[in-house]
């Protein structure tokens, strides 16, 4: 049933995939939106490539629609994301380079964008130079912390530092890391219990890989009774 459901949705999606080729060309505000549902429905079915055709549209059509930098810039950066998987190194590369050719045009510093820019930078290192993406990991938490409350998001970025140091060979500041995340979920408004399961439970795996296990299980037993 669940694939046969998939099947249909992807079926109208598909539809309107083809319909928008055409529409709304004098209405790119619209168009933006319709894309975006688009493009947001075939990455929650997985289908990350359709995703990113489209969402490439929404950006072209967001700046058509004259909606600003961030706007501009936040359109890229969904489309950098749907992305991440897939397509090949140059694609990906050249992508990065669009967002921060806008950036760099910015009458405003965005620093958001920024941050998430090089968040996004990291992922794409990771199995090209460590240095790299130690570098853009970095970065993103930097800039994060700088953020106002309301627009700070960096727990994704010290995880993803944390998995740019193991790979160093760093446990030590590995685990430090994802300690410092936990610290910043539990200043969460909402949510806290979540994040705080999440990154305990990844303490535990890098305390098990490592073959520390009274700390494996002492991380384990923490995250199971926040859960």
Request: hydrophobic share 45%; proline share 5%.
């Amino acid at each position: 049933p669940q694939r046969a459901r998939n099947r249909t949705a992807r079926e109208l999606l598909d539809r309107g995939a083809e319909r928008i080729g055409t529409a709304f060309k004098d209405d790119p505000q619209a168009r933006a939106s319709i894309l975006e549902w688009l493009g947001s429905m075939y990455y929650q079915l997985g289908l990350k490539a359709q995703a990113a055709q489209l969402l490439q549209q929404r950006a072209d059509a967001v700046a058509a629609a004259g909606g600003g930098a961030a706007a501009y810039a936040d359109a890229l950066l969904r489309h950098l994301d749907a992305l991440s998987d897939g397509p090949s190194p140059p694609d990906r590369a050249a992508a990065i380079a669009r967002v921060r050719q806008v950036l760099d045009a910015a009458p405003e510093p965005l620093p958001a964008q920024r941050a998430e820019l090089a968040m996004q930078e990291a992922v794409f290192f990771i199995d090209i130079s460590l240095a790299q993406a130690l570098a853009a990991a970095k970065q993103a938490v930097a800039i994060g912390s700088s953020l106002p409350d309301e627009q700070r998001d960096i727990i994704n970025g010290l995880r993803f530092l944390s998995r740019s140091q193991l790979r160093a060979g760093d446990f030590r500041q590995a685990e430090a890391t994802l300690r410092e995340a936990l610290d910043q979920a539990a200043r969460r408004p909402a949510g806290a219990d979540a994040w705080r399961v999440s990154l305990l439970r990844s303490i535990a795996d890098m305390h098990r890989v490592q073959g520390h296990f009274p700390a494996a299980l002492n991380a384990a037993a923490e995250a199971e009774r926040i859960s």
